[in-house]
C-alpha cells in the first residue's frame, strides 16, 4: 500500500434500482487492481439499520459475513469474489451506523452546545467513515445504494459531493449508473430517463465523470451519441453495458470501454498495463457448457429469491466448472417435510447430491433433519453449512435411538438438546450482532475427509450462529456414526463433523462459501463436487 493520499472512485445509480451497480463497482475494483493499484470497496447503504444482520434474508438476500465478524450487505461477497481480497466491517455502512454514533456522541456531549444538524454533522461524520475506510489504500470506491433522488439516500449522495471538496475534485471521480430502456415498437433504445436522472445528479451538485449505460440488449452507438449530447459526458466516457452471461464477464466488458483508462487518468495514477489473463480464464470456465452436469438437491427455505444463498450458489458453481462439470441445481422447500419427514427419500432419490445451506428458525428444519438423515442412510454425498451441520449431528444421534435428540431452534426445553447456545448466547435470540460471528481457528484431525480435502490441519473460516454442538455428547459421536474433524482449539467447540462409512458426508458449524472464489474454489465444495462426479 502507499502513503499517498487515496483516490476515490464514487458510484451511484439513476433511473431504477437493480441495475447492479454493486457489480460494476466490483469490476472497476477488478481493473483498478488488475493495473497494480491497492483498492478498497464500501457499500453505503441507506437503511436505518446498524448492520445488516436483523434483515430479513428473504427481501434483502444473503448476509455477508467478513473476517473480523461484521453482518454486511451481499454487495460485499461480490466485492470479495471479484477482487479477491478479505474486507473488513469498515466496508459496509448503513445510515443506522452513523446516526447510532452521530447521537451517542451528542448525548457524550461532545458537541459543546452546536446545533446538531444533517449538514454539516452527518453528512460531515458520513464522509469520515469513508475517509477512514479508504486509508491506505490506492483507490477508495464508494458504493451509494438506492437511486439518486431518494429521500433516503440524500445525506450520502450529499456526504459524496462535500467529500469532493474536502478531497479536491480532481482526486474524485463520480460514475452514475443509468438505465436505457429499449423500446421494441419503435425498435429504440431511449436514453431519456438516463438524461434525466444525470440532471438531478447534476441539481443535487455533482457533475457524473463517467455514465455506465445499463440495457437489456446491445445499446447502439447512436443511443451512446445521444446520451452524451444530452449529458455533456464525452462519449469516451460512457460505457455500455448490456446483460451479461455471467457477472464475471463484466470486468471484462468494462476493460473494452476504456473506462478504467479514464478512470486512472483522471485520478493521475500510475498504473501497469492490465493483467486480466488469470480473470479470462475463469470467464471462460464460468460461460462453458460441459459434457457432464451432476445434479444436486438443495434443501433449503425461501425457493423465490437466489440472492438469498448468494456465496453458497457462487462457491457451488465455481467448484463445478473447475472440476470441467455443469451444477444443475433444483431447490427443494425443507418445509415440505416438516410434516411428513418421509417423503424426503423419494423427493431426493432423483438427485445425486444434497446441500443443507446455513439457515436460522423452526420453519423447514425437521425437514432438513430428515434430508440429512436421508443422506446419511442412503450413502449420498451431502455438504452441510452451519445449519446443515446442526441438522446432520441431531439425523446422526436419532438414527442412533435417541429419538427425542433435537436443537435449541426446535425445542429449547428439551433434556437431548444435542445441538445447544453456548451459555453466553440463550438470553440474546433475536438481537442484533450477539452471534458467534467473523474468523475462528479450526484444528483439523489427521486421517479425516477433512484433512484430504483442506490438505492442512490448521484452518479459519468464518462463522456466524448462535447454536454449537453440545460437547456433553461429544463421546458418543463414534456410537452415533459420525466424527468431530475439525474442533476450535481455545474454545474446544466442534467445527467439522462428518460420518465415518459414508463415501462423502461432510458439515461444517462454519460458512465456507465466504472464501470461495471464482478462480479458487472452496475445498469443501470441490469435494463435494468430486464425490460426484
Ligand atoms: N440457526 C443456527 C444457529 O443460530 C444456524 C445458523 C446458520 O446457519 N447461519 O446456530
Redesign the pocket.
Known sequence: MSSKATKYVFVTGGVLSGLGKGITAASIGKLLKARGLSVNLQKCDPYLNVDAGLLNPREHGECFVTKDGAETDLDLGHYERFIDEELTGSSSLMSGRVLLKLIQDERAGKFEGEDVQIIPHLTGSIADWITEAGKGFDVHIVEIGGTVGDYESLSFVEAIRELGLRVGLENCVYVHVVYLPYLGASNETKTKPAQNSVRELRGLGIAPDILVGRSENHASQAAKEKLSLFSGVAESSIALLPNAKSIYEVPLTLEDTGIADVITKKLKLKTSKPHLDDWRQVVEKATSTYGKTISVAFVAKYMDNSDTYMSVLEALRAAAWHKNVNVDITWIDATEFDENPKNTAKELEKYEGILVP???GKRGLEGKIASAAYALNSKKPYLGL??GM?VAVVAAARNAGIKSATTF?LNPESKELVINTMSDQSDKLNTGGT?RLGNYDCQIEKDTLAAKLYKSTKIVERH????ECNNKYKAEFKKWGIVASGTNPENNLVEIIEAENHPFFIACQFHPEFRSRPNRPHPLFSGFVESLL
Request: glycine residues 24%.
Open positions: 446455513g439457515g436460522f452451519c445449519l446442526q431452534e452471534m456466524r450462529h448462535r447454536g
